[in-house]
């Protein structure tokens, strides 16, 4: 089993920054891509940020120059670095990771998703 363990939100004023750090842990054999989503209540989940196991980023164009993706593969770690906080920043964030099992014999992948952390944003 593969589990996903998300910390570091909570409350802050706008303009003021936090990190996020979500761990997998498990019966990993390799993880692929990780990233961040977010939903805000009464709207759909969206992609915030994603990171090969290159290196590679990608984000939301809301977010660029504001929030960084990074990892840390000896850790399988991925944070979310956020800066400049907005208002409309606050959300639920989760995040995924698609992970390589080994099991029987065979490799597969799956994706997984963690319990989520609120950010709230106070303007």
């Known amino acids: 089993q593969v589990q996903l363990v998300e910390s570091g939100g909570g409350l802050v004023q706008a303009g003021g920054s936090l990190r996020l750090s979500c761990a997998a842990s498990?019966?990993?054999?390799?993880?692929?891509?990780m990233g961040w989503y977010r939903q805000a209540p009464g709207k759909q989940r969206e992609l915030v940020a994603t990171?090969?196991?290159?290196?590679?980023?990608n984000s939301a164009d809301s977010v660029k120059g504001r929030f960084t993706i990074s990892r840390d593969n000896a850790k399988n770690t991925v944070y979310l670095t956020m800066n400049s906080l907005k208002p409309e920043d606050t959300a639920v964030y989760s995040c995924?990771?698609?992970?390589?099992?080994?099991?029987?014999?065979?490799?597969?992948?799956?994706?997984?998703w963690g319990q989520g952390t609120q950010v709230t944003v106070s303007s």
């Open positions: 995924n990771a698609e992970i390589v099992e080994y099991s029987g014999g065979y490799y597969y992948s799956k994706s997984y």
């Open positions: 498990g019966s990993i054999f390799s993880i692929r891509g």
């Open positions: 990171i090969t196991n290159g290196g590679s980023t």
